[in-house]
């Protein structure tokens, strides 16, 4: 079982390689995935079925998206991962770019939440919001 901190690195590296298996190993069977409203899945997803369906829509709706990891910041359970979502613009090679904020509390090695806290100019509000002003 890997270490909690090593958790939201397993879970977004399984996410970039489309590894659903992955991903729901290292989620808990009750887990919780929470989108901003303004996102391609909004709203809350509960469980295993639930997390299966966000992530299978966002590969399907943006393929070759990816997310980077710049920054973990750790408070007890609860992880805040300044992240880059990009993806290639079909029929160009321009690549499109957005900060993300997310929040991954794990427990005993398994996700149990997952919060887009707020992405492109939501960013540094949720940033603001969360405390991670340094």
């Known amino acids: 079982m890997p270490q909690d901190a090593e958790v939201p690195e397993l879970i977004l590296d399984a996410w970039n390689r489309r590894d659903l298996e992955g991903m729901l190993a290292l989620a808990d069977p009750e887990v919780e995935y929470v989108n901003a409203p303004d996102a391609l899945e909004p709203g809350t997803r509960h469980g ?79 940033r603001n919001a969360a405390g991670l002003n340094d």
């Open 48 to 126: 295993h079925d639930g997390l299966t369906l966000v992530v299978n829509a966002q590969w399907e709706a943006m393929p070759g998206m990816r997310q980077e990891i710049d920054r973990i910041h750790a408070r007890g359970e609860e992880f805040f991962v300044e992240a880059r979502i990009s993806r290639q613009m079909p029929g160009s090679s321009a690549l499109v770019e957005n900060r993300v904020l997310l929040s991954i509390k794990v427990r005993e090695g398994k996700v149990v939440r997952f919060a887009v806290l707020g992405a492109g100019s939501e960013f540094d509000a949720a």
